[in-house]
Nanobody
Framework: QVQLVESGGGLVQPGGSLRLSCAAS????SDWAMRWYRQAPGKERE????????????NYADSVKGRFTISSDNAKNLVSLQMNSLKSEDTAVYYC??????????WGQGTQVTVSS
């Protein structure tokens, strides 16, 4: 059974850092592209970061470039999102996603990140 479980969210002050983790089971992350999305209240879900299946390629939304870093540990079936210099506009529910051409897409349940003083 495919499962993605996010963790690491919470409340942090502006300028602070958080590290989100996505633990995958039921498939190998080395075979799937992994992404982090986020959805703020009243807004559409947006792509935040991407890492290729073998971990050699990453991409970021302009709004988080230079502040967020996505990484994958395929030996542990784990994908992380290091978030630094957090801003209030980063407040959202963050979702982990696994996608593979012709195989489909899977989502985690999400983890809340709140940036507030």
């Amino acid at each position: 059974q495919v499962q993605l479980v996010e963790s690491g969210g919470g409340l942090v002050q502006p300028g602070g850092s958080l590290r989100l983790s996505c633990a995958a089971s039921g498939f190998k992350t080395s075979d799937w592209a992994m992404r982090w999305y986020r959805q703020a209240p009243g807004k559409e879900r947006e792509l935040v970061a991407y890492v290729s299946s073998v971990g050699d390629s990453t991409n970021y939304a302009d709004s988080v470039k230079g502040r967020f870093t996505i990484s994958s540990d395929n030996a542990k079936n784990l994908v992380s999102l290091q978030m630094n210099s957090l801003k209030s506009e980063d407040t959202a529910v963050y979702y982990c996603n696994a996608a593979r051409f012709r195989w489909g897409s899977y989502w985690g349940q999400g983890t809340q990140v709140t940036v507030s003083s």
